[in-house]
């Protein structure tokens, strides 16, 4: 709904800007207190594509801040549910129908994920390097925790996806960030040196 409001207004970016100013606030929270990945995921859709749709200087430091801490939350409770999934799986009543049960819930996770991508991506798209502040160091953290092997491999592909718009949209910035001896410890060599080479 929101995405779609805003474009309805499109030609006068006063009428988007008092608009998203009206809405944001109660957008944000009721992302942060939704339980449903259905509608989670349309209001991670809704933050994205407000980035993308308003002019740069309509979203404000504190409200960068926000929305940055929305992708967090999505993150931290990504890998929390993930790990309550594996002890599950410990459990001398898990059998094929729970195994199911925590397969879907997977899904469903990882749909939520690259929403939450989505937003890291336009906020790339649009601040460039100046983003980068606020990726770091937790989202940039979470995201890097993607990336090693034993991770599903829709987890890597949406790690591997945040890191190649770093590269691509904060340029010579993404350098030190590639250069970390912590996220080297991570990233695959095969991406390090690509990186390296674009960089």
Not at 8 to 24: F, P, S, T
Not at 60 to 89: G, L, Y
Not at 142 to 151: C, E, G, N, S
Request: glycine share 4%; proline share 4%; hydrophobic share 45%.
């Amino acid at each position: 709904m929101v995405p779609h409001l805003l474009r309805c207004l499109e030609g006068d970016q006063n009428a988007q800007v008092m608009l998203w100013n009206h809405i944001k606030a109660e957008l944000f929270v009721a992302t942060e207190g939704e339980i449903e990945p259905e509608v989670k995921s349309e209001q991670l859709v809704a933050i994205a594509s407000a980035v993308e749709i308003l002019p740069r200087e309509a979203i404000d430091p504190e409200t960068i801040v926000k929305m940055t801490a929305i992708v967090e939350k999505v993150f931290t409770d990504h890998f929390e549910r993930s790990a309550d999934r594996a002890e599950t799986r410990k459990d001398e009543d898990f059998d094929e129908v729970v195994e199911q049960q925590l397969w879907d819930e997977m899904e469903e996770d990882n749909f939520l994920l690259t929403k939450a991508a989505d937003i890291t991506h336009a906020f790339l798209k649009v601040h460039g390097a100046a983003y980068l502040s606020y990726m770091e160091p937790s989202v940039l953290g979470l995201v890097t925790k993607l990336l090693p092997v034993d991770r599903h491999w829709q987890e890597r592909q949406w790690g591997i996806c945040v890191w190649d718009d770093i590269v691509e949209f904060t340029g010579p910035a993404a350098a030190k960030l590639v250069n970390n001896t912590k996220h080297q410890t991570i990233i695959p060599e095969c991406m390090l040196i690509g990186f390296r080479i674009i960089l």
